[in-house]
């Protein structure tokens, strides 16, 4: 892995250590109100200022990566487990299962992503598990294809003619053998759905239908800041750049990741 | 190549059949009905009573969806529980509306992207490349919500140069344009690098190369003709997307347009407009597959449309 994949896990993890602790970490409590510190710009007090409702912005920044991050991992671990599930199926054993499959992935994947999280999210209510269903619903679809392709390919492998001569069942060839093969590239498409995770929850919070007040997530505080755009500009810029950063770190990683593992792009990249 | 025109044309009635039908079943699945929504909680049963009859929601969902292919089938979509307007003449405004911003952005973004995935794969492995590579995974990392409010008070709020919301002019598209614009740049960058650079590991431009042709117009003519393939697939694909609803960059501008409509209709539980919405965009984005497919056929003889091939 190249210096940009490194790079971007250490940005990773930074990020993931100072959300983690952020209630060690941070001066204020990110949802007490100070109704005598409305709007202040960033000051020693308040190293970002302070929002509509007189919170410590730096507070609720860190706690919104709590939250952001916390969705976008549970829902790509999700998505990850169906799609896989269902990739492996479909590519071993091939023909009407592939077939039923394959149409449903493409349906999903048909859609534009983010309408179709909003209209799911619209079926329940409003909150961080919604989020994480909506996100999941949309994005199995892209590992479960990319996974069957894999094992489409594994499948002519001489090792697994050879797992099957000594008389291994579906179940072994396919858990002991196959599956582990489809790890690496499993990881690196995990890697490019959390960046894009990031961005929907974002979105989604951003549209009043994901984490709702007082709890803090990125594209919340971005929905707020915009109403006092005028008068307070820096209640947005923390939380967007933690959302640019973020994603660009997981979207730069799962790359590196995809060119040291995906066979079929090596060499010429 | 009418053939199959025609049998594209013709595929569109099961599949808007199997989507209304799925839209239909998830919109009485959503929480709360629309009647409270338009009369308030305190209005007496018998209102109520009546405004159901009215809107056809006291039926059962079998006879309510026959109800609306009936409506359809003469050429309406219904009337909006708020607005009591037309959905279809609704649509007739935003639609218009939306077009036009996509067409801004795609003004946009096809020549940017296009230049700078040929400049990036020219300069493979150098500075340009690495520059620009990592500029198009940031392109795709910034919400679009974010970087339209940061152009908005840029430009808008702190030089006066542009207005920051509304529907109207070429000013007014500016802004909104560049928002939607700027993802795509990527996603157009990166795939035309990956495409030249692959159709340059071809032997037919070994053969060109041999043949003592210019490295210009191998590039600009040999290269550039058999890479544009995939390039068309995405454009095609994020058009598809914009006509659908620019959701975001719709809201933040106050863009008048199918995105900002949708989303109203599915916060108000408006039925009509969100089946209706999603009638419309599903057939936008079988006639884009379609022009898509078409063009493709343009660029690459070896892609032949006709009766027989398909």
């Given at each position: 892995?190249?210096?940009?994949?490194?790079?971007?896990?250490?940005?990773?993890?930074?990020?993931?250590?100072?959300?983690?602790?952020?209630?060690?970490?941070?001066?204020y409590?990110?949802?007490?109100?100070d109704?005598?510190?409305?709007?202040?710009p960033?000051?020693?007090q308040?190293?970002?200022?302070?929002?509509?409702?007189g919170?410590?912005?730096?507070s609720?920044?860190?706690?919104?990566?709590?939250?952001?991050?916390?969705i976008?991992?549970?829902?790509?671990l999700?998505?990850?487990?169906a799609?896989?599930?269902i990739?492996?199926?479909?590519?071993?054993f091939?023909?009407?299962?592939?077939?039923?499959?394959?149409s449903?992935?493409d349906?999903?994947?048909?859609?534009?992503?983010l309408?179709?999280a909003?209209?799911?999210?619209?079926?329940f209510?409003?909150?961080?598990?919604?989020?994480?269903?909506?996100?999941?619903?949309?994005?199995?679809?892209?590992?479960?294809?990319?996974?069957r392709g894999?094992?489409?390919?594994?499948?002519?492998?001489?090792?697994?003619?050879?797992a099957?001569?000594?008389?291994?069942?579906?179940?072994?060839?396919l858990?002991?053998?196959?599956?582990?093969?489809?790890?690496?590239?499993?990881f690196?498409?995990?890697g490019?759905?959390?960046g894009?995770y990031?961005?929907?929850?974002?979105?989604?919070?951003?549209?009043g239908?994901?984490?709702?007040?007082?709890?803090?997530?990125w594209g919340s505080m971005?929905?707020?800041?915009?109403?006092f755009?005028r008068?307070?500009?820096?209640?947005?810029?923390?939380?967007?750049?933690?959302?640019?950063?973020?994603?660009l770190?997981?979207?730069?990683?799962?790359?590196a990741?995809?060119?040291?593992?995906d066979p079929a792009?090596?060499?010429?990249y | 190549?009418?053939?199959y025109v025609?049998?594209?044309l013709i595929?569109?009635?099961?599949?808007?059949?199997?989507?209304?039908?799925?839209t239909?079943?998830?919109?009485?699945?959503?929480?709360?009905e629309?009647?409270?929504?338009?009369?308030?909680?305190?209005?007496?049963?018998?209102?109520?009573?009546?405004?159901?009859?009215?809107i056809?929601?006291?039926?059962?969902?079998?006879?309510?969806?026959?109800?609306?292919?009936?409506?359809?089938?003469?050429?309406?979509?219904?009337?909006?529980?708020?607005t009591?307007?037309?959905v279809s003449?609704?649509?007739?405004?935003?639609?218009?509306?939306?077009?036009?911003l996509?067409?801004?952005?795609?003004?946009?973004?096809v020549?940017v992207?296009?230049?700078?995935?040929f400049?990036?794969?020219?300069?493979?492995n150098?500075?340009?490349?690495?520059?620009?590579?990592?500029?198009?995974?940031?392109?795709?990392s910034?919400p679009?919500?974010?970087?339209g409010l940061m152009?908005?008070?840029f430009?808008?709020l702190?030089?006066?140069w542009?207005?920051?919301?509304?529907t109207?002019d070429?000013?007014y598209?500016?802004?909104?344009?560049?928002?939607?614009?700027l993802?795509?740049?990527s996603?157009?960058?990166?795939?035309?690098?990956?495409?030249?650079?692959?159709?340059g590991?071809?032997?037919?431009?070994?053969?060109?190369?041999?043949?003592?042709?210019?490295k210009t117009r191998i590039?600009?003519?040999?290269?550039?003709?058999?890479?544009?393939?995939?390039?068309?697939?995405?454009?095609?694909?994020?058009?598809?997307?914009y006509?659908?609803g620019?959701?975001?960059?719709?809201?933040i501008f106050?863009?008048?347009?199918?995105?900002?409509?949708?989303?109203?209709?599915?916060?108000?539980?408006?039925?009509p407009v969100?089946?209706?919405?999603?009638?419309?965009?599903?057939?936008v984005?079988?006639?884009?597959?379609l022009?898509?497919?078409?063009?493709?056929?343009?660029?690459d003889?070896?892609?032949?449309?006709?009766?027989?091939?398909?």
């Amino acid at each position: 892995m190249g210096l940009t994949g490194k790079l971007s896990a250490a940005v990773i993890i930074m990020v993931f250590i100072a959300s983690l602790f952020s209630p060690v970490l941070v001066p204020y409590d990110p949802n007490s109100i100070d109704l005598d510190q409305i709007k202040h710009p960033p000051s020693a007090q308040h190293l970002l200022g302070t929002d509509n409702k007189g919170r410590d912005i730096l507070s609720r920044t860190l706690q919104g990566g709590k939250i952001s991050i916390g969705i976008s991992v549970l829902a790509v671990l999700i998505s990850m487990s169906a799609g896989l599930t269902i990739g492996l199926v479909s590519g071993y054993f091939g023909g009407k299962t592939d077939t039923v499959f394959m149409s449903f992935v493409d349906l999903v994947l048909a859609f534009p992503a983010l309408l179709l999280a909003i209209g799911i999210s619209v079926l329940f209510p409003p909150g961080v598990l919604t989020v994480v269903i909506a996100l999941s619903a949309v994005g199995w679809a892209s590992f479960a294809r990319l996974i069957r392709g894999n094992v489409l390919s594994l499948r002519e492998s001489v090792f697994l003619d050879a797992a099957k001569a000594i008389g291994c069942s579906n179940a072994r060839v396919l858990f002991i053998h196959v599956l582990p093969q489809c790890f690496p590239l499993a990881f690196a498409m995990a890697g490019l759905k959390l960046g894009g995770y990031i961005l929907t929850e974002a979105a989604l919070s951003f549209l009043g239908l994901g984490v709702q007040p007082p709890d803090a997530s990125w594209g919340s505080m971005i929905s707020t800041g915009r109403v006092f755009i005028r008068s307070a500009p820096w209640m947005v810029f923390p939380p967007g750049l933690m959302i640019a950063v973020t994603a660009l770190c997981f979207n730069l990683l799962g790359d590196a990741l995809r060119d040291k593992y995906d066979p079929a792009r090596t060499g010429h990249y | 190549m009418t053939g199959y025109v025609a049998r594209k044309l013709i595929l569109l009635v099961p599949l808007l059949l199997g989507i209304t039908f799925i839209t239909f079943l998830l919109t009485k699945a959503l929480p709360g009905e629309p009647v409270y929504s338009m009369v308030g909680e305190r209005a007496s049963p018998e209102t109520i009573d009546k405004l159901r009859k009215e809107i056809g929601s006291d039926k059962g969902t079998i006879s309510q969806y026959a109800g609306y292919l009936n409506l359809i089938l003469h050429g309406e979509l219904g009337r909006s529980y708020y607005t009591n307007r037309k959905v279809s003449e609704e649509i007739m405004i935003k639609l218009p509306n939306t077009m036009k911003l996509a067409a801004g952005a795609m003004f946009i973004a096809v020549p940017v992207g296009i230049l700078l995935g040929f400049l990036s794969a020219v300069r493979k492995n150098r500075f340009a490349d690495r520059l620009i590579s990592v500029l198009s995974i940031a392109g795709l990392s910034v919400p679009v919500f974010w970087s339209g409010l940061m152009l908005m008070l840029f430009f808008s709020l702190y030089l006066k140069w542009l207005p920051p919301s509304g529907t109207g002019d070429i000013r007014y598209m500016v802004l909104p344009a560049v928002t939607l614009a700027l993802p795509s740049v990527s996603s157009f960058a990166r795939i035309t690098r990956t495409a030249v650079l692959e159709t340059g590991l071809m032997p037919f431009v070994r053969t060109a190369t041999a043949k003592g042709i210019s490295k210009t117009r191998i590039y600009a003519v040999h290269i550039m003709k058999n890479a544009l393939l995939p390039v068309v697939t995405v454009v095609g694909l994020d058009l598809g997307s914009y006509l659908n609803g620019a959701v975001l960059t719709e809201t933040i501008f106050g863009w008048d347009g199918m995105g900002r409509f949708i989303m109203e209709g599915i916060i108000k539980r408006d039925y009509p407009v969100i089946m209706g919405c999603i009638i419309t965009g599903t057939i936008v984005f079988v006639l884009i597959n379609l022009v898509v497919d078409i063009a493709y056929s343009f660029i690459d003889p070896r892609v032949r449309i006709n009766g027989t091939d398909r």
